[in-house]
T-cell receptor
Framework: GENVEQHPSTLSVQEGDSAVIKCTYSDSASNYFPWYKQELGKRPQLIIDIRSNVGEKKDQRIAVTLNKTAKHFSLHITETQPEDSAVYFCAASKGRAAGNKLTFGGGTRVLVKP | GAGVSQSPSNKVTEKGKDVELRCDPISGHTALYWYRQSLGQGLEFLIYFQGNSAPDKSGLPSDRFSAERTGGSVSTLTIQRTQQEDSAVYLC?????????????FGPGTRLLVL
């Protein structure tokens, strides 16, 4: 089955700096890659996603890039703020053929220091 | 509108007892998923329901775990003869059948502690 690896497991950045989280996946049939943010004790919230027919997607300070050949995708957060502190999870899905079920990475704990 | 809801929010049980966890998906969402999140870990897929199709049970860790979805809406995850390793947060998610059918919206989870 699909396997998703996520790095780093923890990331500490100074407010205003950029943060980058990387994920690799094993199944070339995966075609949907969402990123979720989970604050302590809260539910995971979708922050951005990308389909395999697109190489990059941006939403304000957040961007995701996808390299299908290398089977990896990354989350980029620019101008980090203290409220960006949370655990971020990447995930991969093979879409409708596999019921859209998500395989998650292990998570990255991001701490933004003021 | 209302998001995905789950109950109870917390459950403490003794080893060997059965527990039932409930999920109310977003109204109109045809797909419902259960995931498990162990302490400090990522989310692990358990089971998936889509409309009236047979559920995908491929992620259930043992036959002590089962789930049903009544009337295409509410779902119940049952864990029989609970073990300490079952302690985790159980998350439910739902998605629509429309243009954003691949987007899953999560509930707040049920935190299960088996003593």
């Amino acid at each position: 089955g699909e396997n998703v690896e996520q790095h780093p497991s923890t990331l500490s950045v100074q407010e205003g700096d950029s943060a980058v989280i990387k994920c690799t996946y094993s199944d070339s049939a995966s075609n949907y890659f969402p990123w979720y943010k989970q604050e302590l004790g809260k539910r995971p919230q979708l922050i951005i996603d990308i389909r395999s027919n697109v190489g990059e997607k941006k939403d304000q300070r957040i961007a995701v890039t996808l390299n299908k050949t290398a089977k990896h995708f990354s989350l980029h957060i620019t101008e980090t703020q203290p409220e960006d502190s949370a655990v971020y999870f990447c995930a991969a899905s093979k879409g409708r053929a596999a019921g859209n079920k998500l395989t998650f990475g292990g998570g990255t704990r991001v701490l933004v220091k003021p | 509108g209302a998001g995905v809801s789950q109950s109870p929010s917390n459950k403490v049980t003794e080893k060997g007892k059965d527990v039932e966890l409930r999920c109310d998906p977003i109204s109109g969402h045809t797909a419902l998923y259960w995931y498990r999140q162990s302490l400090g870990q990522g989310l692990e897929f358990l089971i998936y329901f889509q409309g009236n199709s047979a559920p995908d049970k491929s992620g259930l860790p043992s036959d002590r775990f089962s789930a049903e979805r009544t009337g295409g809406s509410v779902s119940t995850l049952t864990i029989q003869r609970t073990q300490q390793e079952d302690s985790a947060v159980y998350l439910c998610a739902s998605s629509s059948g429309g243009a954003r059918r691949w987007t899953q919206y999560f509930g707040p989870g049920t935190r299960l502690l088996v003593l």
